[in-house]
């Protein structure tokens, strides 16, 4: 393995104690069974473990995909009947949005050895998680009704139930009043953030499992331990902001920080692992790989605060207000893959599933 910043960063978060329920594959003949599933996702997850490349051939002669519904064709009833603890090592990814969704976590849960939380949507809600703003009802207005490219006169909103014939109905999971992180709804043993989570980073996570090499449960595996800053070779100079824009109403000079230039970027208050990919094409920070610091859930839209605030010139008050007022959807873009985790009060509301909860 070479002996990169990065890497060496992630060798000393991986050293030391090993988990508890490490799988033991002391056997020959063992190999590490694996079972990998999407909950609330896009399905970005699944494209970055094949990022390994061609340590994929490695891994397949160490370990079997024994559950991946977008994979396998496995079913859920073959899950169930599978032995407690079966399973040695879970990739969870996605946020838990439906019944569904909360159902295969506690599922996987018993099932698995290790319960890794994958990506930014199960580590702290993701993309998913900004629909948090709104309660159930509101949402299902705006995306059923009065989107401009809806057409839907008669005003038809999905059911969990509907009957096609006499005695036959078909069945939709019930949405659950707001989007949750799964160490929210199980006990979860790693989280591995990023949208996507790095191919580089998931291939040292694999081999810290099968090497048993992981530390304590309840670690972050899979990133560093700076910012997305210190990995960013955009020069910092120390420039005041006047105003914030968004980034198309920007074309960067390609050598200085993107925040010297007006452009919100969360690398400041981002935990490194990324290699800071976005700043390097002249994309700002989006925060996927969460909050920097040692807690895994961290509040990264409270640590830009801080930040954002000392980027305009010292002066009237009100007029550093107005500069950091003038940031467009602050929401959205402070709290983007992180809501469903934030401090921040989230919209609960009855269910427009007629009534359902869960």
């Known amino acids: 393995m070479a002996d990169t910043p990065l890497e060496s960063d992630l060798e000393s978060l991986h050293a030391g104690d090993t988990a508890a329920d490490a799988p033991d594959l002391s056997s020959p003949a063992a190999k590490l069974k694996v079972a990998m599933y999407w909950a609330a996702s896009c399905g970005g997850c699944e494209i970055s473990f094949l990022e390994i490349h061609h340590h994929l051939a490695a891994f397949s002669d160490a370990a079997e995909l024994v559950f991946c519904p977008c994979l396998v064709d496995t079913k859920y009833s073959d899950l169930e009947a599978t032995d407690d603890r079966a399973i040695d090592l879970c990739l969870f990814n996605g946020a838990i949005r439906t019944q569904e969704n909360l159902r295969m976590a506690a599922l996987l849960r018993r099932k698995s050895k290790i319960l890794v939380a994958y990506g930014a949507c199960a580590s702290s809600g993701g993309i998913p998680g900004l629909a948090n703003t709104s309660t159930l009802d509101e949402l299902m207005e705006r995306v059923y ?24 109905e078909l069945q939709l999971p019930p949405l659950l009043p707001t989007v949750r992180s799964l160490h929210k709804v199980v006990e979860v043993d790693y989280t591995l953030p990023g949208c996507p989570p790095e191919g580089k980073q998931v291939w040292m996570v694999l081999q810290a499992v099968l090497a048993g090499d992981l530390p304590p449960p309840g670690s972050l ?44 970027c969360l ?92």
């Open 267 to 358: 690398g400041p208050a981002t935990r490194s692992g990324c290699e800071a990919r976005c700043p390097g094409v002249n994309m700002p920070c989006r925060g996927c790989y969460g909050a920097a610091g040692a807690d895994p859930c961290g509040d990264l839209g409270l640590k830009m605060v801080g930040v954002l605030g000392s980027l305009p010139e010292p002066g009237d008050e009100q007029e550093i207000q107005s500069v950091v007022d003038a940031i467009p959807d602050p929401v959205g873009t402070l709290e983007r893959f992180a809501l469903a985790d934030s401090r921040l009060p989230q919209a609960v509301g009855p269910s427009s599933s007629e009534g359902e909860r869960p």
């Open 221 to 264: 595996i899979g990133a560093g331990r700076s910012t997305v800053c210190d990995e960013c070779a955009l020069e910092k100079r120390d420039r005041r902001v006047s105003r914030f824009r968004r980034p198309q109403e920007v074309v960067p000079d390609g050598e200085t920080c993107l925040l010297e230039q007006g452009v919100v």
């Open 145 to 168: 009704l009065t989107t401009p490219s809806t057409d839907n006169s008669e005003g038809v909103l999905p059911r969990p139930s509907t009957e096609i014939a006499p005695g036959v």
